[in-house]
Each structure stands twice: as C-alpha cells, then as structure tokens.
C-alpha cells in the first residue's frame, strides 16, 4: 500500500471522530485460558491506528487486548461504529446486507467441510453469534435441519426470523439451554470478538449435550501477523482476544471437547469439527513451548520492521 493510500484510509478512520482513549476501558484481568497474570506487551496501536495495548501471556500464548472496552462500551461500538469502521479500513461499503456474499461463500465451503467429516446429518442446529441467520439458512436448505439463532443484536435477529428461525436475544455465556440441546452448535468468525471466550465455550459444550457436535473457527494471530508484515497488523480493538491452533485446543481440553477434524482456509481461519467429550488439562508444557515460539516469531518480525 502506497503512502497515499494509507493517508487517505487514516483521514477516512479519523473522520468517523471515534475517540478510543475517550472511552470506558477495563482490564482483561488474569489470562481466560490458563490464569497467569504474566503477560508481555508487544504493541501498543492496533491496525486502525487506535493506542490499544496487545498482550501475549507469557504461560500459554494467549493473545488479548488490556486494557480493552468495557462490555457496554463494545455494545456500543458494534451498534454504531464497528460496520462504518471496517468499511473505513478496507475504503468499501461493509454491512449487514453486503457482508451476504462473503458469508455465502464461507457458508458454502462449511457446509462441505461438514458433509465430509459429520456421521449424519444434524437435524437441529444452533448458531451462536449468528447474526442475520445467513449461515444457518444455507446450511438449513442443505440438512434439512430445524435452526435457531442466538445473537445480542435484536435489529439483525428480526432478519433471522423472518427466514422461519427461531431466534434467541442474548449472549452464550449468559443463556442457559436448560434440558435442550442440538445436534450442532456453531460459533462461526465470532471466537475472537468474544469478551469471556472460556464461559461462552462451557455454555457450547452444554448445549452440545452427549451426542452433539461443534463447529468453531478461530483467526489464527500467526498467520496474520505474517500476512500483514506486522504485529499491529494483526491487531484490533473489535478482537478482546487472539487465538492459534495451540490455545485453541487448549480450550477444547477444558470445555471438553474432542476435535475431529480440521480445516485450514486460505485467509488464516482454522475451523475445528468437535465432539462432546469430557474436560481435561491441557499439556500446559507444549503451550509454554508455543508460546516461547510465538514470541521467538514476533521478535523477528519486529527486527525486520526495524
């Protein structure tokens, strides 16, 4: 990108008069996977130009942004800055109607990627951060499977409802199923956006029940960090945390939940097909491992820079 054009992106960013050092900002607080409070600060400006702090926990590598918005600041931000702050960044209009194709596209690889590796087709399907239901309309035309929609935004919830979908305002981490459960559970490109990433995968692994199934993609931060050239590339404020393929299993070890197979896109998402299992420790000593090599990598990068 020329010098021009990153000039033109920043005085388009500015003009939305977004304050981020204005905002209610809080702690992340102790690290959500392991619970070290030793953290390494590697950056203090994400890609939008915003002084957010990026943090890598010096036990598991387990990337997050401290201090960050505070929950009601984020309902905030997703409400009215986050679709005109990407738009800003990439110079196109991005929102809820034209993120459809994109969505499709991605729907579609899925629904492959689930055909191969399901035993059978799911009849119910829950789709957490699923928005306006576009994930789960195309996989409902493909399986044939009963779909419900769980998401805070109650704006893009009544597009989902319109479809026939049973839609849920709220969050993961606060729903309680109760008794219910379903055959597959979704958190499609929405792991990263999550404030409480452990509580919102125990709440997936109840919903799941004993025979359930769970499909989860994560950003993989490495991969990003190299696809941008640098570290504050792979940073910004609409990702409170930022997960490889090591943590993310970790995770899956805690909630209990077994992977059974993977799939690595072209644009660094990592998708996981998980079964319902029982919780576990993880290998703590190969994510201290992991986290020494995250670490080694970023250095080098940042040499590079200088």
């Keep these: 990108m020329s010098a021009n054009e990153i000039a033109e992106r920043t005085a388009r960013i500015d003009a939305l008069g977004y304050d981020y050092e204005a905002r209610d900002l809080e702690p992340a607080g102790d690290c959500n996977l392991c619970g070290s409070a030793h953290r390494i600060e590697l950056c203090h400006r994400d890609r939008y130009g915003y002084p957010a702090v990026f943090n890598v926990c ?49 729907t579609e690889e ?7 590796n399901l035993a059978e087709t799911p009849k119910t399907l829950m789709d957490i951060g699923g928005s306006t239901g576009i994930v789960a309309e195309i996989l409902r035309a493909d399986f044939g499977c009963e779909c419900t929609v769980l998401d805070p935004a109650p704006d893009e919830l009544a597009v989902a409802a319109k479809l026939g979908m ?9 729903y309680d199923p109760g008794d219910r ?42 991969f990003m960090m190299r696809r941008r050239g640098s570290i504050e590339g792979a940073v910004k404020i609409d990702h409170p945390y930022y ?23 072209h644009n660094g998402h990592l998708g996981f097909l998980l079964a319902a299992g029982k919780p576990s420790e993880p290998d703590w000593e190969r994510l201290a491992a992991s986290s020494a090599r995250f670490l080694a990598d970023a250095w080098d990068l940042r040499a590079r820079e200088a």
């Design 166 to 174: 049973e839609t849920i305002e709220g969050f993961a981490e606060d």
């Design 58 to 106: 010096a036990r598991c590598g387990l990337g997050m942004i401290s201090p960050r918005l505070t929950p009601e600041e984020y309902g905030h931000f997703y409400e009215s800055i986050y679709r005109p702050l990407v738009s800003a960044f990439h110079g196109r209009l991005i929102d809820a109607e034209t993120v459809q194709g994109d969505q499709r596209e991605y």
């Design 243 to 265: 997960l490889g393929r090591e943590t993310a299993n970790a995770y899956f070890d805690l909630a209990g939940m077994e992977v059974v197979a993977e799939h690595a896109s």
């Design 110 to 116: 899925l629904a492959s990627f689930l055909r191969r």
């Design 181 to 222: 459960s379903w055959e597959l559970v979704l958190l499609c490109q929405t792991i990263d956006h999550l404030l409480d990433v452990r509580a919102t995968l125990d709440a997936m692994r109840r919903m799941m029940g004993e025979s359930g199934y769970a499909f989860i993609d994560v950003l993989d931060v490495g």
